[in-house]
């Protein structure tokens, strides 16, 4: 579906240039476009690369599992169903923490295998289970102690000073996390008292 709506954008921006006679600023538009795209992968690519090494140091050292236990205690309230010994938890932990430190490239392989998990948890149902409701909120508004991706754009576009965004992406991350967590736990009381 959303393959369709990106086309179907495309081509009203291509009529509404030939309409209007700005085929040649939509031209180099896009030939610049492309230009910063690949300059901006670029220069990210050299900071997920470093921020994934930081993971596997972490990773060496036994400091993820050590967040990992440090957490358990809070992720297992929060997902009563999935036992705690299960794959899921551990997938679910490792997103998590990749989320925490910005690394949301890294945190998607992770989130996905979580995902399939917890629908193996499910049975295999076609309706989400509380479980991967609960993960999809806490995964899409994920506290972010350091916005990795975002810092590497500003140091991209010569930023005075690139980790200025560090306190204010902890204070809406930290907010956005806990509002998706009390969203997830109304609906989900409403719904068991309506059950």
Same mark, same amino acid.
């Not at 060496?60 to 299960?86: A, I, Q």
């Not at 995902?115 to 972010?144: C, H, P, Q, V």
């Not at 975002?150 to 996390?177: C, F, H, K, Q, W």
């Given at each position: 579906?959303?393959?369709?709506?990106?086309?179907?954008?495309?081509?009203?921006?291509?009529?509404?240039?030939?309409?209007?006679?700005?085929?040649?600023?939509?031209?180099?538009?896009?030939?610049?476009?492309?230009?910063?795209?690949?300059?901006?992968?670029?220069?990210?690519?050299?900071?997920?690369?470093?921020?994934?090494?930081?993971?596997? @140091? $972490?990773?060496?050292? =036994? /400091?993820?599992?050590?967040?990992?236990? *440090?957490?358990?205690?809070?992720?297992?309230? !929060?997902?009563?169903?999935?036992?705690?010994?299960?794959?899921?938890?551990?997938?679910?932990?490792?997103?998590? @923490? $990749?989320?925490?430190? =910005? /690394?949301?490239?890294?945190?998607?392989? *992770?989130?996905?295998?979580?995902?399939?998990? !917890?629908?193996?948890?499910?049975?295999?149902?076609?309706?989400?289970?509380?479980?991967?409701?609960?993960?999809?909120?806490?995964?899409?508004?994920?506290?972010?102690?350091?916005?990795?991706?975002?810092?590497?754009?500003?140091?991209?576009?010569?930023?005075?000073?690139?980790?200025?965004?560090?306190?204010?992406?902890?204070?809406?991350?930290?907010?956005?996390?806990?509002?998706?967590?009390?969203?997830?736990?109304?609906?989900?009381?409403?719904?068991?008292?309506?059950?």
């Amino acid at each position: 579906m959303v393959n369709y709506i990106w086309v179907v954008m495309t081509l009203i921006g291509l009529g509404f240039a030939m309409v209007n006679g700005t085929m040649a600023e939509v031209n180099e538009a896009v030939f610049n476009g492309a230009k910063e795209a690949v300059t901006l992968c670029i220069g990210l690519i050299s900071i997920l690369v470093f921020w994934l090494g930081m993971m596997r @140091i $972490a990773e060496d050292s =036994g /400091l993820l599992v050590k967040l990992s236990k *440090l957490f358990k205690p809070l992720v297992s309230r !929060l997902f009563p169903e999935v036992p705690s010994n299960h794959p899921a938890m551990g997938y679910i932990l490792s997103n998590m @923490i $990749a989320n925490m430190f =910005g /690394l949301g490239n890294a945190a998607t392989p *992770l989130g996905i295998k979580a995902m399939e998990e !917890l629908k193996e948890l499910n049975d295999g149902k076609k309706e989400a289970s509380r479980s991967m409701i609960t993960f999809l909120a806490i995964n899409t508004a994920s506290i972010t102690l350091i916005p990795t991706t975002v810092i590497a754009i500003r140091m991209n576009y010569d930023s005075a000073n690139p980790t200025d965004i560090v306190g204010p992406t902890l204070v809406a991350t930290a907010v956005s996390a806990v509002a998706a967590i009390f969203i997830d736990r109304y609906f989900y009381y409403r719904r068991s008292k309506k059950g």
